[in-house]
């Protein structure tokens, strides 16, 4: 099988679900299931070796490269898709309620289809090697993002969500493409791999190439949330549902990373653009973890927190492109799925439950649920990055690098305050559920789907802690 | 071999988290531990390392070894362990919270000390900092929350330096193995010695980063305090030791009059800080930050001159010695509370007459903590005093670690006036309600006493013990 044709059968396995779902009568959330179990499928064909039979061919070739980078986030997509969809699942009370006014759960079924069409995107995105190619696999993504944003019709939040989301969505596709075009005005050629030989040769007009480059980091500062385009992502992380939240939260931003790596390496890399782009790149990291860090301080919101949380993990992982470690933001992405995820089952399970997302929701978890409150917990440590936990070796392979590119001392400085600060807020949902009386103290009764998710991904945050290789391996180093 | 010393408590621990008999397993695991460690201290050859390569680049290897230093806050660990999961009164219903934590703070603790590797002798020492959060935080006494917070924070900013200390120290090395550890250039020196200094120098209560010490462990629960300041303090010191004057010999000078008015500030600042306690709690949390004075003191003059051949054994015996003894005062203060209710020393009086065994126990390790002939403290504060003066010849002038050694030395009037004071104020003079009916100190309780009280002696008189893991 040609490797291209895995994104083909992702599109293939949503058109049916929609079609099934169609004329399916029974529960909906079951769709979410099936779903699941096809991607899961997909999952294990990424992991098979690529076929020597039959290459990409020639047609295909300078749109699609299959490498082992490429396979990384292949399997970060699927797996955070399938996450999604189980998160679904066991999400679908809350989804009932706010898209119909009684029980009927008939106008649920599209929630479950529509992560398959964004995940062939994102696929498609992480082997796209040329700018129409990312164009076209970014607008993918964007637009059933924009759906799934939007879906609880009946709630406010989710309306005014969609909304933002849709705007400012526009707003940046609106500057990829302008730089898109200033970059193939400038460069004579769409096809990324032939950047490193032009910037040799000199033959370009720096200023025009620095504008367009500049354009496509304000939309890809979008994409990732970094400061100045990260003022959607409290409100849209907020409103949106759960799943689709930790959806955008990993999925759409190792996305955006791969596509902001894929882009700017040669330009990072030649003589003339690199220092000015990592400059840049630079006080970019250290805005989006100030903003990040310092105003999720005071957050007392566990969704918002964690929206401002992801807006100060993009920061670390600014710093990563901008000291071209690619290996290490790539495993930074790895580990922050499994930790987000965690994160997200345990607030979305809450949310059925409470009716809240409020941190004092989660007072007393520690009694009314001891294995609940443990693995948000680990959650919670592997995001602030204690060690021994998945968090902390991408936290640290990034200071490696800085220190060791010599990044100067005031970048570093603001790192290891935000880090310090983080410490602070992931601890306070520590607090919340071991300190504080529970406002009703009936235990809480954990779903088969989350339960088995939760262990799974605790066990991995603490083994992966330890034993990091296994992530290094699917990297191919 | 080495790696059962970590999973013993490690994996006690989750056993009782998983339901196991707490307080039983609790006991069984320390005193396995003291048995694997005899063991693998009295036949090195039968546990020469052990290494597993978790990831190839860069290279990181979760290596352990046990050699001189490490050796002796292995036995360290061990000891105070045992006595930890033995004392404090334990809220009926937590128990597994309470057993559990202190094992995982314990099994850090060993970790830390074991490990041969930059990266896993830091990420063991951050695995106490969530036990001993979730433990001041629930179970802790008066303002528990806000101390929680802070020593939290505190910590982790230290840590988050001192991580930055160490990978520039390592960049420059290229390596994380300790065998690796070797001078950084010249340049870079001073920095790492200032980011070592401040980040090992928080983790142990240094002037003027000390202010979380004294009210967490006032409100931590009785083995969180012992362990914490019997044990996982020393692991700055130990770091500074094995690693800053490795690294930065040179760094270390420059900031050598740094280390030094610093160091004055714990044992002259906090010193009248601690007389000032009306607290037997915070006394003792107080006495312990004035305490690290003396520890820095030896790595002063190890810094002026690396050479000086008493001020290794000097600071680790003292390191040692001050472990036990603030255990084992620790442990005794939850006695004193249990039995009378109270920790206010106005509130105190006479206890020696109804609960005589008590005020013996606690008198010798008051003794010990001022440094009393005898018990182990004294050898290791007269050595420290020594390694001060170790360099100088009579007729020099006096440099840095000669003018602190002096000044240094009101501190042991000091600490004889506010550790004296208190022993009278609690344990001597007429009877007051709340000791009136005191009971003594019940069998069970003085067997992590009679373990702590037994080391001080037999290290006090015999400092050989110890001493001989430090000579080849």
């Known amino acids: ?477 | 071999m080495l790696l059962a010393l970590i999973l013993i408590p490690f994996l006690a621990a989750i056993g009782i988290l998983g339901g196991l008999p707490a307080r039983l397993s609790a006991v069984i695991a320390s005193l396995a531990n003291i048995l694997v460690a005899t063991y693998a201290l009295s036949c090195p050859a039968c546990c020469d390392g052990f290494s597993l390569q978790v990831l190839a680049d860069p290279n990181i290897n979760l290596s352990l070894g046990v050699t001189g230093i490490s050796a002796v806050m292995l036995i360290l660990s061990v000891i105070v362990t045992l006595a930890a999961v033995y004392s404090g009164k334990c809220p009926s219903g937590r128990e597994k919270l309470w057993y559990s934590s202190s094992l995982f703070i314990s099994a850090g603790a060993i970790g830390a000390f074991l490990s041969t590797d930059v990266f896993f002798f830091y990420a063991f020492h951050e695995l106490a900092l969530i036990p001993t959060f979730l433990m001041i935080g629930i179970l802790g006494r008066g303002d528990r929350k806000e101390a929680a917070w802070k020593i939290t924070i505190y910590l982790a900013f230290g840590s988050i330096i001192l991580l930055a200390g160490l990978l520039l120290a390592t960049s420059h090395t290229g390596s994380f193995a300790f065998s690796d550890l070797k001078e950084i250039p010249a340049t870079a020196q001073n920095t790492v010695a200032l980011l070592l200094i401040i980040g090992f120098g928080t983790l142990v209560s240094l002037f003027p980063l000390h202010s979380w010490a004294a009210p967490a462990y006032a409100s931590a629960p009785t083995p969180v305090a012992m362990l914490h300041a019997g044990v996982m303090k020393k692991f700055g010191l130990y770091g500074l030791l094995v690693i800053g004057m490795k690294v930065a010999p040179q760094g270390m000078l420059h900031w050598l009059p740094w280390i030094c008015v610093l160091l004055l500030g714990n044992i002259i600042w906090v010193g009248l800080v601690t007389i000032n306690q009306k607290r037997l709690d915070l006394m003792l949390g107080n006495s312990s930050v004035m305490h690290m004075g003396y520890i820095f003191l030896a790595i002063a003059a190890l810094s002026a001159n690396p050479d000086n051949s008493i001020a290794v054994p000097a600071a680790v015996l003292l390191m040692f010695a001050h472990g036990i003894s603030i255990a084992l005062l620790f442990s005794l203060t939850s006695v004193v509370e249990q039995k009378t209710g109270t920790l206010e020393i106005a509130q105190l009086g006479g206890l020696a007459k109804t609960a005589p065994a008590l005020a013996f126990l606690f008198g010798l390790a008051g003794m010990a903590s001022i440094g009393l002939p005898g018990l182990a403290n004294f050898a290791g504060e007269v050595m420290v005093f020594f390694a001060g003066f170790a360099d100088w010849t009579p007729g020099e002038s006096l440099g840095w670690v000669q003018i602190t050694t002096i000044i240094a030395l009101w501190g042991v009037v000091i600490s004889a006036v506010y550790m004296l004071r208190a022993y009278r104020n609690t344990f001597q003079g007429p009877l007051v309600k709340a000791t009136e009916n005191a009971a003594d100190i019940h069998y069970c309780e003085k067997i992590p006493s009679y373990i702590l009280a037994i080391t001080l002696l037999v290290v006090g008189i015999y400092p050989q013990i110890i001493l001989q893991f430090l000579s080849n």
């Open chain 1, 1 to 477: 099988m040609q490797a291209h044709l895995i994104e083909f059968i992702t599109v293939g396995l949503g058109l049916i679900l929609l079609m099934f779902e169609a004329f399916s009568k029974g529960n909906k959330s079951q769709i979410g299931l099936v779903a699941a179990a096809g991607l899961a499928v997909i999952l294990t064909m990424l992991f098979c070796p690529a076929p020597s039979c039959c290459p990409v061919p020639d047609w295909m070739e300078r749109f699609y490269s299959d490498n082992q980078t490429a396979r990384f986030y292949k399997i970060i997509a699927v797996t955070s898709t399938i996450l999604v969809l189980l998160m679904s699942v066991d999400f679908s009370k809350v989804l009932t309620k706010f898209t119909s006014g009684d029980d009927d759960d008939s106008a649920t079924g599209e929630f479950y289809c529509l992560p398959v069409f964004a995940c062939a995107g994102l696929m498609w995105m992480a082997s796209a090697t040329d700018l129409v190619s990312i164009f076209v696999s970014l607008e993918l993504v964007t637009i059933t993002f924009y759906v799934m944003v939007a879906f609880m019709r009946r709630n406010v939040g989710s309306l005014e969500a969609g909304v933002k989301y849709l705007i400012l969505g526009a707003l940046s596709t609106g500057f990829l493409v302008y730089g898109i075009a200033w970059i193939y005005g400038t460069m004579g050629t769409t096809d990324i791999s032939l950047y490193a030989g032009i910037l040799e040769n000199g033959t370009y007009n720096r200023s025009y190439l620095l504008f367009g480059i500049a354009l496509m980091l304000i939309a890809l500062g979008f994409k990732v949330g970094a400061v100045p385009m990260q003022l959607w992502i409290p409100d849209v992380y907020q409103g949106a549902p759960t799943p689709i939240t930790a959806f955008l939260s990993v999925a759409s931003k190792a996305a955006g990373f791969l596509v902001l790596m894929t882009i700017i390496s040669p330009f990072l890399a030649a003589e003339h653009t690199g220092n000015t782009i990592s400059a840049v790149l630079l006080i970019m990291a250290g805005a989006t973890l100030l903003y990040g860090n310092l105003a999720a301080i005071s957050q007392n919101n566990f969704k918002r927190l964690l929206a401002y949380s992801s807006i100060a993990h993009a920061g670390f992982l600014l710093m990563g492109v901008a000291t071209q470690d690619y290996s290490s933001v790539s495993f930074y992405l790895g580990t922050y799925l499994l930790m987000t995820f965690a994160a997200f089952f345990v607030l979305a399970l809450i949310r059925s439950e409470e009716d809240s997302d409020e941190l004092d929701a989660f007072n007393g978890l520690g009694q009314r649920n001891p294995v609940l409150a443990f693995a948000l917990t680990i959650a919670m440590a592997a995001l602030a990055g204690i060690p021994l936990t998945a968090g902390f070796w991408g936290k640290f392979f990034i200071f490696k690098s800085a220190i060791s590119n010599d990044v100067s001392w005031w970048l570093l400085s603001i790192a290891f305050i935000s880090v310090a600060a983080g410490f602070y807020y992931y601890l306070k949902v520590v607090k919340a559920m071991y300190w504080n009386k529970a406002r009703n103290e009936n235990p809480i009764t954990v779903p088969i789907i989350t339960k088995f998710v939760l262990i799974l991904l605790t066990a991995a945050i603490l083994v992966l802690g330890i034993y990091p290789q296994p992530i290094f391996n699917l990297l191919g180093h």
